[in-house]
Each structure stands twice: as C-alpha cells, then as structure tokens.
C-alpha cells in the first residue's frame, strides 16, 4: 500500500512552507506544488493522503483542479483552503464531492484534525476497494452453475427447494453449496451475503 501524503497545492511559496512545517510538527508527510497544471500531471496514479488546494491561483483555479481530478477519477480526499469570499465556491465543490474546507485565517491545530481526518477517509477507501477486487476475483473463481446456486442461497431457500427448481439431486446442491462457501471463504450464507453487501456500497460511503 503507498504512503499517505499530503499534497499541498498553492501558488503562495510561503503559504506551502508554512503548511508543510505545520504538518511536519504533527508527523504528517507532505509534498507542496506550486500550481494546479503541477499537481495535475502527477495525480494520475495510485494515490493515498488527501490534498490542501487553494481556491484562487493563477491559471488553473483550484476548483477547475478539483473538476479534472473527479474527472480522472482521483480518489484523494480534497480540502480547499478559502478566502471569505471563496466561501460559496467551497460549498458547492463540497456538494460536489469535496471533503472538507478551511476559511483563512484558519486554526493551525483545526486544519491538521482535518488533514487527519482525510487521511483517515481515503484509508478506508483504499481498504474497502482492496476488499472489493479481492470480492470480485472470487465470484470470478465460480462456475454458472455455482453462480446460479449461489442467488438461490442469498435468496434464502433451502437445499431441498433449489435441487427441486433446479431439478438435480440435492446432494448435488450441498456439494455446490460447499464449493461456493470454499472459493468465497466464508462459512454461512449470512457471511456470504455480508460479503457481497460491500459490492452494493457507494464509494463515498
């Protein structure tokens, strides 16, 4: 799994110091970039942290970054540090999927907690999706038929009924049921449908 950093996004030289002394005194990794079109030809990949992305830079504004990140599909947690004004500009990216923002001038333990509290977030994210393409190379291990049984399981029939929809014996079925559970790893069609709960989920969650 990478390592969680914090990408401090903000024209101002002294403003990313600042920041990444702040964080630096709270044990969080950080790396700062000097505008939007930066950050941007970086956040393509697998990343874990969270960002701090000032609303108002030159060129690229923080907000038309936080509209290309969501349509790269960038996962990371994104907190805006805003001016007064900025402010309605910040609820609607919060509306949009932002995590969280900062009004200047803003409380140096306050924005660390947030920073955080982001990390925190994409953590779980990370570790849910790991879960659910672990989840999903399993139901590829299972044959149709399996497949088939399985639905009848989660649907909560017993041995008996889905060997007489399916018209096979049912020791046929308890075999299947026993191979299901097997390539699934689990013990009971409750595990089961736990398990498979976690596809239904929604990424902002």
């Known amino acids: 799994m990478s390592v969680s950093v914090t990408h401090i996004v903000d024209d101002d030289p002294a403003v990313r ?20 079109e930066e950050f941007l030809s970086f956040a393509a990949g697998d990343l874990c942290g969270c960002v701090l992305l000032d609303v108002r830079m030159p060129g690229m504004s923080g907000i038309e970054l936080f509209d290309r990140l969501r349509g790269l599909h960038c996962r990371l947690p994104v907190i805006f540090l805003t001016g007064h004004g900025d402010v309605p500009m910040a609820v609607q990216a919060l509306k949009d999927g932002a995590f969280d923002f900062i009004e200047k001038p ?14 925190a977030h994409d953590a779980k994210r990370s570790v849910r999706d790991g879960s659910i ?14 497949q088939e049984i399985m639905q009848l399981i989660l ?9 007489d ?3 096979i014996a049912m020791r046929t079925v308890e075999v299947h049921r026993s191979r299901i559970f097997e390539k699934m790893q689990v013990r009971s069609a409750v ?9 239904g989920e929604s990424p902002e969650d």
């Open 133 to 146: 393409q672990l989840l999903q190379q399993k139901l590829t291990q299972l044959t149709r038929r399996e």
């Open 106 to 119: 803003y409380d140096d333990n306050a924005l660390v907690d947030k920073v955080l509290a982001a990390i």
């Open 191 to 199: 595990e089961l449908s736990q398990r498979l709960s976690l596809l």
């Open 17 to 36: 110091d600042a920041l990444q002394w702040l964080l630096q005194s709270r044990g969080v990794s950080s790396q700062a970039w000097g505008g939007a």
């Open 165 to 167: 929809e399916l018209g």
């Open 155 to 163: 649907a909560g029939k017993l041995n008996k009924v889905i060997a």
